[in-house]
Nanobody, 114 residues
């Protein structure tokens, strides 16, 4: 079991930046992959970015070059640096962890005003 708590969401103007953080309740060293998903109103939840235990990363095409995911095994955290934000990035962002099971955080709202 692992509990995930997100922080760092908020309201920002288009072109601005936000940094999301996800704190895990236990060591993430052995967690296969951790990442961020988002869900906008009326849309399906989608992968934003993911980082594996080996450090490999994957990004949605829509955020490549603007978002950066990082993983700190010593602090049991995963962060998402979001730059050059656009109105279409507005969504609830969820932290996600995969072991043999899937775990989700409660979500944090990101609103980008145009």
């Amino acid at each position: 079991q692992v509990q995930l708590v997100e922080s760092g969401g908020g309201l920002v103007q288009a072109g601005g930046s936000l940094r999301l953080s996800c704190a895990a309740s236990r060591s993430i060293f052995s967690i296969n992959a951790m990442g961020w998903y988002r869900q906008a109103p009326g849309k399906q939840r989608e992968l934003v970015a993911e980082v594996t235990s080996g450090g490999s990363t994957d990004y949605a095409d829509s955020v490549k070059g603007r978002f950066t995911i990082s993983r700190d095994n010593a602090k049991n955290t995963v962060s998402l640096q979001m730059n050059s934000l656009k109105a279409e990035d507005t969504a609830v962002y969820f932290c996600h962890a995969v072991t043999t099971l899937h775990f989700w955080g409660q979500g944090t709202q990101v609103t980008v005003s145009s």
